[in-house]
């Protein structure tokens, strides 16, 4: 349990998707929790039922890029999950502002927590990071190559981290994720694909397929991810070391979007099909060994994970209607 270890966290992107989540297990493991998020992409509403339930969660808005903003959430924070980051979604259109999220944040949080003396960071990243595949399955140690400004910032970020590690013997760990999905992804266009098929399925819409539908991707339930967290923060063998989380099932952006048409019974639905996304990746082989060899088990499969996603989905966009 996190609590024997640490007694304070703080978690950038709070009210995020996966952010809340972790919010969620350190509070339910007995931590003092701080949320940071700028509500850009975070929502109040994803903290709401938490803050009834458990009185050692603070919530604040404020922005990664914000040294001095964040400096006075510091005191007394001993674990940090760094989740806040710009959308790879969002990347073509501002470019310069992912640089400044996704790097010069991460920067910031590095400085922070070497000053106050925290005693660890976990920094989520991106499987983006890889680029095109060299070879498959690709484990941590495949090349770094990314063909997007978003995997250019992150890898950033990494950099710093690493960076930091070393020269201030900070006990950090990088976490490369692949395609997590569950409740809270953001359905809008910006958000995850999973939600995004289930929105417009829901609201009698055909899935919009970039591309032929063929490229693949390693789908990873968001509470494996939280419980891959949870681990790396309880252990000092992670000190300076990145992980692949991702889930190892390949599904098809096709496959996905009979699936999703098939649960919610919308199987008339014709696919719309539009030209592939600049810098998208079409196959995706991803080695968890490492992660595995720590330990850990994924307990989710695709199904369970898809039910649970689209049935937390359906109330959603019921309520907003």
């Not at 493991?29 to 700028?38: P, R, T």
């Not at 007394?76 to 501002?94: M, R």
């Not at 419980?227 to 000190?239: D, F, H, L, S, W």
């Amino acid at each position: 349990m996190l609590r024997e270890k640490y007694k304070k966290a703080l978690v950038t992107g709070g009210a995020g998707f996966i952010g809340s989540h972790i919010v969620e297990e350190c509070l339910r493991q007995g931590l003092e929790v701080v949320s940071i998020d700028n509500y850009f992409a975070g929502k109040k509403e994803n903290l709401k039922l938490l803050h009834e339930q458990y009185p050692k969660l603070e919530e604040y808005n404020c922005d990664v890029t914000d040294y001095e903003g964040l400096k006075k959430y510091m005191e007394g924070v001993d674990i940090i999950f760094h989740e806040a980051a710009s959308k790879k979604t969002i990347c073509l259109n501002d470019p310069r502002k992912d640089l400044l999220i996704n790097a010069g944040g991460t920067f910031n949080i590095l400085e922070l927590a070497r000053d106050f003396k925290v005693k660890k960071v976990i920094h989520a990243s991106s499987g983006s990071v890889y680029g095109e595949a060299k070879y498959f399955p690709q484990d941590e140690d495949h090349p770094v190559n990314p063909t997007s400004y978003y995997g250019v910032s992150k890898l950033a970020g990494e950099k710093y981290v690493r960076a930091f590690c070393d020269l201030y013997d900070m006990d950090c760990t990088i976490l490369r994720y692949f395609h997590v999905y569950g409740p809270r992804q953001e359905s809008s266009d910006v958000g995850g694909v999973v939600s995004i098929f289930g929105r417009r399925v829901l609201n009698g819409q055909a899935p919009k397929i970039y591309g032929d539908g063929s490229q693949e991707r390693s789908f990873t339930y968001v509470k494996d991810v939280v419980g891959i967290n949870m681990m790396v923060a309880e252990t000092e063998k992670t000190r300076g070391e990145a992980y692949n989380c991702a889930s190892g099932i390949s599904v098809t952006i096709e496959e996905l979007a009979t699936l999703v048409k098939k649960y919610l019974n919308r199987e008339d639905l014709k696919n719309i099909y539009d030209e592939w996304t600049v810098g998208d990746i079409k196959n995706f082989n991803v080695s968890n060994e490492k992660i595995r060899k720590l330990g850990f088990e994924f307990k989710t499969t695709f199904e369970q994970g898809l039910q649970e996603t689209l049935d937390w989905l359906r109330d959603y966009v019921g309520g907003r209607q």
